[in-house]
């Protein structure tokens, strides 16, 4: 039983671009909503949360949405950098666990 | 910045042996949390610890034990290795009053041959 699901396995994008990243979940009752990304070799690197009580949080080139009635959250990355490329996986945090969608791989081409 | 280490970073086991990860949380973090990550698959949450004391468990098998030092730092032991075993293990540690924000360590590849 996925509670997180990520639909897009991957994304391409041009640098300076727009990137937009979705996670849809099943349970209501989900207290935080964040992102992580992730190099090969290296441990998921914390980008930006959002409570549950909000519906949009920002943190410079990263905005993160939520749409409570939809189940659904975004991440927007603008402008798009070849940095950036990497795996995306969204996690939901009930208590203290994070629940990990199965991750897009995002690619920025220059 | 400090970050979370975790020694060591590369293991390889035969079937039915033993296995001690361990995690030095980031300074001034009083939780750490064990996840574990199959091939193409996302992070799995394996168990948790405040102040010392096991604070969450998820799916950790039997065969597995994790303790949390006065140090904060953390072990996690593993016995009687099964192939299924290999992985990558993350630790991640949080500060007081933001569990939600985790901070991962670079993690440690088991293999299990």
């Known amino acids: 039983d996925q509670q997180v699901k990520q639909n897009s396995p991957s994304l391409s994008v041009q640098e300076g671009r727009i990137s937009i990243l979705n996670c849809d979940y099943t349970?209501?009752?989900?207290?935080?909503f964040l992102w992580y990304k992730k190099y090969p070799a290296e441990g998921p690197t914390f980008l930006i949360s959002?409570?549950?009580?909000?519906d949009k949080n920002e943190d410079g080139r990263f905005t993160v949405f939520l749409n409570k009635s939809a189940k659904h959250l975004s991440l927007h990355i603008v402008p798009s950098q070849p940095g950036d490329s990497a795996v995306y996986f969204c996690?939901?945090?009930?208590?203290?666990?994070?629940?990990f969608g199965e991750g897009t791989q995002l690619t920025v081409n220059p | 910045a400090a970050g979370v280490i975790q020694s060591p970073r590369h293991l390889i086991k035969e079937k039915r042996e033993t296995a001690t990860l361990k995690c030095y949380p980031i300074?001034?973090?009083?939780?750490v949390y064990w996840y574990q990550q199959g091939p193409g698959q996302d992070p799995q949450f394996l168990i948790s610890?405040?102040?010392?004391?096991?604070?969450d468990k998820g799916s950790i098998p039997d065969r597995f034990s994790a303790q949390q030092f006065s140090d904060y730092h953390s072990e996690l032991n593993m016995s009687s290795l099964e192939l299924g075993d290999s992985a990558l293990y993350f630790c991640?540690?949080?500060?007081?009053?933001?569990?939600?924000?985790?901070?991962f360590g670079p993690g440690t590849r088991l293999t299990v041959t």
């Open positions: 991640a540690s949080s500060r007081p009053g933001l569990a939600y924000e985790q901070y």
């Open positions: 349970n209501s009752m989900f207290d935080y």
């Open positions: 959002i409570s549950s009580i909000k």
């Open positions: 996690a939901v945090t009930s208590g203290s666990r994070l629940t």
């Open positions: 300074p001034r973090h009083d939780t």
């Open positions: 610890f405040y102040e010392k004391m096991q604070s």
